[in-house]
């Protein structure tokens, strides 16, 4: 019914550009994470039977990062309504902010710590809160026999680590 956005050129180049500006910060904070020695799983269901998927998962100490891209989850700064065929996208996009809204609660009624961030947010600031939250669940259950952060590369001079 509905004439798809991308049907013309432009607009599936833009969208396809979109789509990669969500993956690469993610990456970076992944690395970031690795070479401080957290271990985690990638783009999981944290709490089956939902299937919401997590852009990051610590199963064991029930944390869920999500890193979301500006244009799809409606960043404030940058999630622009675009031009072309606004009554496709403005539902659309509304309720994919809805949803994040509910996995977020749905994850946090089942016990889960939920991380939530903006693309555009500094991988490192990003990576410094995964750790903080990682390290609190240590200190929240008095468990001392785990390894502890590796934090060199979460300093804004240190140079990134290279792979992961
Ligand atoms: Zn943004």
């Avoid at 432009?10 to 904070?29: H, Q, S």
């Avoid at 675009?82 to 809805?98: F, I, Q």
């Amino acid at each position: 019914m509905v004439e798809s956005w991308a049907s013309s050129e432009g607009a599936r180049r833009t969208m396809l550009a979109n789509r990669r500006r969500d993956t690469k910060p993610e990456l970076r904070v992944r690395r970031l994470l690795h070479a401080a020695g957290l271990r985690y799983t990638v783009d999981a269901p944290p709490a089956p039977p939902l299937r919401a998927r997590a852009d990051i998962v610590f199963s064991r100490r029930r944390i869920a990062v999500f890193i979301d891209g500006c244009f799809w989850h409606g960043c404030p700064t940058h999630g622009v309504q675009p031009k072309s065929n606004e009554t496709y996208w403005r539902p659309k996009l509304a309720r994919n902010r809805e949803r994040d809204t509910q996995v977020t609660s749905d994850l946090k009624a089942r016990g889960w710590t939920v991380l939530r961030f903006w693309e555009h947010e500094d991988p490192r600031a990003v990576a410094q809160t995964v750790v903080a939250a990682w390290l609190g669940w240590d200190s929240a259950y008095g468990n001392t026999s785990s390894p502890k952060a590796d934090t060199k590369y979460l300093t804004s001079s240190a140079a990134d680590p290279k792979s992961n």
